[in-house]
């Protein structure tokens, strides 16, 4: 593995852990919200070959479900 490609697994994985460290004092709603925008994103890229369009599309229809299911799941 060439240094370069170490050091850009390593920014990921800081990156990664960042943004994770944020979601400690969210609400489940919220969780679910973040979760549901992230998932819907990557599946609204791939379902539109990368057009950042259906990235964003995908990421709102995946943060609305989201924020439905977190709704639910405050309830009980």
Request: proline fraction near 0%.
């Given at each position: 593995?060439?240094?370069?490609q170490?050091?850009?697994?390593?920014?990921?994985?800081?990156?990664?852990?960042?943004?994770?460290?944020?979601?400690?004092?969210?609400?489940?709603?919220?969780?679910?919200?973040?979760?549901?925008?992230?998932?819907?994103?990557?599946?609204?890229?791939?379902?539109?070959?990368?057009?950042?369009?259906?990235?964003?599309?995908?990421?709102?229809?995946?943060?609305?479900?989201?924020?439905?299911?977190?709704?639910?799941?405050?309830?009980?």
């Amino acid at each position: 593995m060439h240094a370069t490609q170490r050091k850009t697994i390593a920014i990921y994985a800081l990156t990664a852990s960042i943004g994770l460290a944020g979601c400690a004092g969210m609400s489940e709603r919220q969780k679910a919200t973040a979760i549901g925008a992230g998932v819907g994103g990557v599946a609204g890229s791939v379902i539109s070959g990368g057009s950042t369009a259906g990235t964003v599309g995908g990421a709102v229809v995946g943060g609305v479900v989201g924020n439905e299911v977190g709704k639910d799941r405050e309830k009980r």
